[in-house]
């Protein structure tokens, strides 16, 4: 989406259903890449980090509190499942944030708008934009309003818990071969980004990053989980 083209923030703010505040708001959808094709305009990521934190904390309390007869290690599971880069994915892609997403024109180009680790962490922009517009309570009605679509899914907490498997299993039930997936790496020794790609046949095809192999491989393999059960809903 190139200057001029961008969607209404009215349209997005009816969506949101919260009175966050426009400048704020503005803030929480600038993407660093278009703030430095802009002159270095300020971008979401100071956000971002707040909103980690009001979401982590709402998630937190509210399987705490519904699920008392779970262990720690089952809670954190679910919590997992509830507030990873696919799931807060999945739940831009719910409100039709990626559109709104202000990027620069090589994030544009490879798909930026509906790239997962783009939209997660807009969705944590939002959150952060939110809570300081209206404050805690507001913040953490709209994040559990926000994830409620997601906890409704048993099926979610297993994927969530061995994605890799479940994806398999999903494949096997499809007829499909079992899943590929192949491993790129950037970055200094240090400080190491991988980035997996699982392809399942013709059916499906997600990325995942992370600081391991493993980590990656597991992002990418919820991602692709969650579009072939999506499509098995439609």
Sequence with gaps: MTDGETPSREELVERLAVPVDPALLELALTHRSYAYEHGGLPHNERLEFLGDAILGKAVTVQLFTENPDLDEGDLAKRRASLVSSVALAEIA?????????????????????????????????????????????????????????????????????????????????????????SIEAAGPDHSRVFTATVTVGELVTAIGEGTSKKQAEMAAALDAWTQLTARKKK
Excluded: N
């Design 93 to 181: 892609r719910m409100i039709g944030l990626g559109k709104h997403i202000l990027l620069g024109r090589g994030e544009e180009q490879t798909g930026g708008h509906d790239k997962s680790s783009i939209l997660a962490d807009a969705v944590e922009a939002v959150i952060g934009a939110v809570y300081l517009s209206c404050g805690d309570e507001i913040a953490t009605e709209f994040v559990l309003r926000i994830v409620q679509p997601l906890t409704v899914d048993p099926e979610r907490f297993g994927a969530a818990m061995d994605p890799k498997t479940a994806l398999q299993e999903a494949a096997a039930r499809r007829g499909a071969g079992g899943p590929t997936y």
